[in-house]
């Protein structure tokens, strides 16, 4: 088969790249697979994955500047066979070339800055829901070849997510008051007895209840998805990510990802400003368990619709990032916790994973000692980018979500 790499332009904002068209069957069905968002950092590891398992893969991305810079190209840690399409999933007839001929669709392609989305609310809703939107509508009354749909949905749809009161059990506090955080009272409290509460393990049953704009979108692609496709026959999954980090994430992106956003500033000597009192904490999964967990979805044989958490069962506090990424680094900057809160931040959430480990037979591989070091040696690696980290707390600032 001879591969051709090549960019063939059909028009302004489209081009495509042809990769090798070589076609596996499993179980006796050939199995093409469609990426929206495959440019992007996990986007462009599955679909290299994949790759190397023998499936045919097409991807769709924009090459956002937001993530990819500025006069972005198709990356170049993409595998060549991949077949690469511009276009934007707010646009139908990107989707329709993207679906031709495909088996199974993984919807990642998302807008994802927690604190951006408070104020991009239409870009946000547009691209993350209306993008959804379009997918469905075209499976549900247009002639196609979808046999299974996942997408990425986040832990950001549980807003805090599960904690244990001593008097009433599990329960599931909503946003915390501007008040309180003022007062420097970062701590979660009961929602019946106004106790505090000690954060446990959040199930994929728990109470939605989002926080911010970029949760709300997340819940609704998720439930576009489930449920249509329920009704039309196609099984479909839901991953509710945690917190993904590893070698290829956007280092230039200042709206999305702390691990980037500190590695940036420690690389720079510059100070770092740690918020609240620095013991928030997040569910970090290494970007290799977030691929196989979307492979286990892929080649499960089980008919189902069902939402699924990804993570590492595991919590790590925000001022251990910070110190841990300086070790990697062997550099030391200044950083002040200065008890600055961001609106439509939680303070805690980690995934119970038993769900997950018993309908998909996977478990997470990777702990966050062993993750933030391959990360550091590849960061070590990339160029020093442009810091945008200030000007993005600017905007959260003017518009009063920087408190």
Not at 75 to 80: F, S, V
Not at 127 to 139: E, F, H, P, Q, Y
Not at 188 to 201: F, H, N, R, Y
């Amino acid at each position: 088969m001879i591969k051709v790499g090549a960019i063939l332009t059909d028009r302004l904002s489209h081009c495509v790249r042809i990769g090798a068209s070589n076609q596996i069957k499993i179980g006796g069905k050939i199995m093409n697979i469609f990426v929206a968002g495959g440019a992007g950092f996990i986007g462009s590891h599955l679909a290299n994955e994949l790759i190397k398992r023998g499936y045919t893969v097409r991807v769709l991305d924009n090459l956002s500047e937001q993530v990819h810079g500025k006069n972005a190209k198709i990356p170049a840690e993409l595998d060549e066979r991949v077949e690469f399409i511009l276009g934007d999933v707010r646009n139908t007839e990107d989707w329709r070339k993207a679906l031709s001929g495909m088996d199974v669709v993984v919807h990642l392609a998302a807008e994802t800055g927690t604190g951006q989305s408070m104020y991009e609310v239409y870009h946000y809703t547009d691209t993350n829901i209306g993008g959804t939107a379009k997918l469905i509508d075209i499976l549900t009354n247009e002639k196609h070849s979808i046999k299974k749909v996942l997408v990425a949905s986040s832990r950001a749809i549980y807003g805090e997510g599960a904690y244990n009161c001593l008097k009433h059990g599990i329960v599931y506090p909503e946003f915390r008051t501007e008040e309180d955080l003022e007062a420097k009272d970062f701590g979660m409290k009961c929602p019946i007895c106004g106790e505090s509460v000690s954060v446990v393990a959040t199930k994929e049953d728990a109470l939605l209840h989002p926080v911010s704009v970029y949760g709300i979108t997340k819940q609704v692609q998720e439930e576009l998805v489930l449920t249509l496709c329920k009704n039309l026959g196609i099984p479909a999954l839901a991953y509710r990510f945690q917190n993904v980090y590893g070698p290829g994430q956007s280092l230039s992106n200042p709206y999305t990802g702390i691990l980037s956003i500190f590695s940036t500033r420690i690389r720079q000597g510059k100070d770092i400003n740690i918020f609240e009192d620095g013991q928030e904490s997040r569910d970090f999964v290494y970007i290799d368990d977030i691929v196989a967990a979307l492979i286990a979805g892929i080649e499960s044989d089980r008919y189902m619709h069902e939402s699924f958490n990804v993570g590492t069962g595991k919590m790590v506090t925000v001022e251990t990032v910070v110190n841990e990424l300086m070790r990697c680094y062997k550099k030391t900057v200044p950083v002040h916790i200065s008890g600055m809160f961001r609106v439509g931040d939680i303070r805690n959430n980690y995934a119970d994973m038993t769900k997950t480990e018993k309908l998909l037979g996977f478990r997470t591989k990777v702990d966050f000692s062993e993750g933030i070091e391959k990360f550091a040696d590849w960061v070590c690696g990339q160029d020093m980018n442009l810091d945008g980290y200030e000007r993005s707390l600017n905007e959260l600032k003017e518009r009063g979500l920087l408190k």
